[in-house]
């Protein structure tokens, strides 16, 4: 079983569709988690951090679950915008030193 | 500099080259990994240097990879006696420092693209 595991997708949606992706990690001792984003051919960048209590920046929301080790990423009102590859970020090992890249969900925004 | 500054952008290379990649992190930031990403797959770690030191290189597929960094500042990844395998995008970030990480994330580069032909 990977250490982190997300859907790859595609996960292709309608402008303005609500979509969310889910990624479940195997080490319940992780401690921090994030969710990048990395458009086709470019670097992986930060979209958000994941809190216990759950966040929300403008139109992403995230969640994390720790009983069922899973974060997940909800985009609402999607755009064209938001066409990427969505990986899944989790932090574990002593001081939390140890990064597990997900392979990433890919989405598909079409108008 | 304002980001994270990796060169060459693409390298094309005969099997058995040997071929170096250069990573300029953000100013200051004394934490640099070095992360490789093939077609489809997640990012594989590499190695990790705090200031000049790597006290993490776990992630060395072989031992005809190395790396070193100099000043703090700019790192090299050398791959020698390149095999196909090797072909992936090769990925440098940094941060301020390692435990920051966890606030903060990396800033990655724009990596460069290594087919090995």
């Known amino acids: 079983r990977k250490e982190v595991e997300q859907d790859p997708g595609p996960f292709n949606v309608p402008e303005g569709a609500t979509v969310a992706f889910n990624c479940t990690y195997s080490?319940?001792?992780?401690?921090?988690f994030f969710w990048y984003r990395q458009d086709c051919r470019k670097e992986p960048k930060l979209l958000m951090s994941v809190y216990s209590s759950g966040n929300e920046d403008g139109r992403f929301t995230a969640q994390l679950n720790r009983a069922s080790q899973y974060i997940s990423l909800l985009i609402r009102d999607s755009k064209l915008s938001d066409s990427a590859t969505y990986l899944c970020v989790v932090l574990t090992g002593t001081g939390g030193f140890k990064t597990i890249f997900g392979a990433g969900t890919r989405l598909f925004v079409k108008a | 500099g304002a980001g994270v500054s990796q060169s060459p952008s693409n390298k094309v290379t005969e099997k058995g080259k040997d071929v170096e990649l250069r990573c300029d992190p953000i100013s200051g930031h004394t934490a640099l990994y070095w992360y490789r990403q093939s077609l489809g797959q997640g990012l594989e770690f590499l190695i990790y240097f705090q200031g000049n030191s790597a006290p993490d290189k776990s992630g060395l597929p072989s031992d005809r990879f190395s790396a070193e960094r100099t000043g703090g500042s700019v790192s090299t990844l050398t791959i020698q006696r390149t095999q196909q395998e090797d072909s992936a995008v090769y990925l440098c970030?940094?941060?301020?420092?390692?435990?920051?990480?966890?606030?903060?994330?990396?800033?990655f580069g724009s990596g460069t693209r290594l087919t090995v032909v």
């Open positions: 970030a940094s941060s301020l420092s390692r435990g920051l990480v966890a606030n903060y994330g990396y800033t």
């Open positions: 080490n319940s001792a992780s401690q921090s």
